[in-house]
């Protein structure tokens, strides 16, 4: 959309360069055609960008070696794990050797009566569920893209879901990090205990920094016990602003629901298109809502919050009995996302954020501007974090669509800032929302941010163009 | 204990240096006459360093004048919330100013539907506590000094408490921060959403940074909702073998306890010989928990925790039915640390962390090392964390066991490390573990946290001696 948003020239690399690298790694761990290249330029926004290599290290000191390789040789890294991101965090924008932690996809340890397990970065998602459910834990990122999205991609990238809203996101779920640095240092942040002081927090400096300060090649992460039972509520409501009085009503009382998600009166319209769910001709908006426990524990944390969900506005609140009728419930809210792309051929979506009772200023000036800019705009997602998937839907072969985007885009990020939001609760920066990181940090914690970034990549190899805006010229 | 503990040459004020603390702040907000500046000299270490100057700012704008005439004039800073630690963090060991946050103490906003609350750093914890208990709120972090601990010092240090077990630690519950760094810039970090990934995270590298990376002004807290029931149990077990083996299991169930207490067979000792409170006399380790919840919810949850709680090695299990009741067992727990004073003139109070499983290791290790070096030690503390208080007693007076402090020491803390632990899981470094950091974080770690350390505080005046060990000569 902007100038920043072109990649750089992307040379190729020297013969030199191809030599240093092909000395780092083993000759099947590094390619350098543009057919092996290719599935690698992409990921899940859509933009492309080929690498000159793509290297598959299998443990960490492949990885050191071939950080130093183009540490020597200057010689951009992008590093990946499945590509699910959807901000092009993961596309090679200056050219460039991608890393791919697929191979390095080992469990390392678990040890159940800590809560911990230890495992290399290309490991999935639902690897580390599957490993820790055997033994009647779970990891608490759960992110749409779980079953192939990688845990060095979730925590480079801060990743939540809905899950987050009870059990928090990567930031709160991972304890200790082993990341090669820009310089080719390996080095190991955080513990193995939940509580833990000494030095600074580098833990939490590389989660959510989108591999531009270090490649993650293993964490530890914090487990919780599965609780057995699941019951799902759906709850109808008149409008928008009466279903979210009670997302403040349930997020105002202790027992905390394991899912709240909102639907606005479009993506309310869309899911009953999708199939014919049940849901009353009379719905404005809808809330999602699961509620995990044992027993006596679960039955008692479902009436505490379908006491507070009920309320001024309530159409209807259905309640889900099984597993099967969850999964029901379920379906409309998984199939929005791609239903969206049905109904315009392109679509913006933002993760925005803000505080819970901001949510019906950010919901109508969501409809103000899409009647300003003549585009569907439609919301839904993560309420109990304040958290909202909001989708600008266009069609680019229609100019006066194709020329309102931007601004519409630019009026939704002034709108979310002027309530006191943030730009992105879990999808990232990447390329996309890099422009817009200035309007939200402020030039000193962004100049702080700078120099950070140099003491982890003097050389600025590691996933250049991403992340922090480029400095004023 | 070694070189490095005994402070620096602590040089007078030059008179222009004198002129430009005076031409930043109004003549009532900084003294220089020894008599005011020996109140801000100590903290809870018993430790003693005079400053040269004590400083009161009462806004943001005076603390980066304040820093901006210390960074011209090459000054020590030393943040100060109530001087409430334990580690000498607060000491200002190269004399410089003191700076006292306690006028900027006021409660800037309260969000009850967002669960927000804004304040200055010199609020105490216990303000907050009230001030979010008048809409059925609390803030996690409960230090046993929270009636006169600072939030500013809460999160310098990463402040815990016996409920971090269900509900985390400053880390978890500060969403954004407000500080000046030594450069004087002041920078705003975080946001108001429980979730937001835009730019490195600035906020959680403050979080236990000890003063030594920026100055704390300001602080947007994650409040929660506050349940409403509370059920304390205690549980008497033979060994502690067993009763770790109960924690094991409390843990690894859903249902999580709010505080999870363990108390040695010396500490039990020590709590009956406090006052008869009916332990029975083959208990060999004690757990005591706390349950909160709401009505139905708090019941199933004190089930499935009892029945967790009970196992093999089982003596007792008391539940205490009212508040009253509750209190009456936790005050031998509080008692504890005060009690241990009476038992030895001297106490090293250390607050190291294993994981759950080496609990029993940790403990039969301490029991070696008091035969060995003849000296007694006394652990309780946050089990569910793996946080356990250590405290070796000792008679300085005694030649033999003023000789043998710190060979044990060191032994103590060679064999958390050998257990997979951290030294401090929430008293942070200061100046007492100082030397010790480089035993537990590697050197490409600390080396990179030296040079964050350079980029927030160029000329090293913040907090100097404090935190990280000094580089190798």
Known sequence: MSASFIPKSVSALSAAAIAGLRAALPPDRIYFEA??????????????????????????????ALVRACRQFRIALTPRGRGTNTTGATVPVEGGVVVSMERMNRILSLSPGDRLIECEAGCTNSD???AAAAHGLFWAPDPTSADFASVGGNIACGAGGPRAVKYGTARENVLGLNAVLGTGELIRSGCHTTKGVVGYDLTRLLVGSEGTLGLITRATLKLLPRPAGLRTLRVAYRDVSSAIQAVTRIMGQPAAPCALEFFDTDAVALAQAWRDCGIPADTGALLLIDVDGDGAGLEADTIAISNAARGDGLVELRSAASRAESEDLWAARKALSPSLRKLAPRKINEDVAVPITRLPELVSGLGALSREHGLRIVSFGHAGNGNLHVNILADPSDPAQA??????????????????GTLSGEHGVGIDKRDFVAWEVAAPALAVMRQIKRVFDPEGILNPGKTLPDAAE
């Open 35 to 64: 057919a092996d290249c290719l599935p690698y330029a992409y990921d899940n926004s859509r933009r492309v960008s080929l690498p000159q290599a793509v290297a598959f290290p299998m443990d960490e000191n492949e990885v050191v």
């Open 128 to 130: 580390v569920q599957r």
């Open 403 to 420: 020329g309102a985007i931007e601004a519409c885009l630019h009026a939704m990020f002034r709108l979310v800032l002027s309530l006191d």
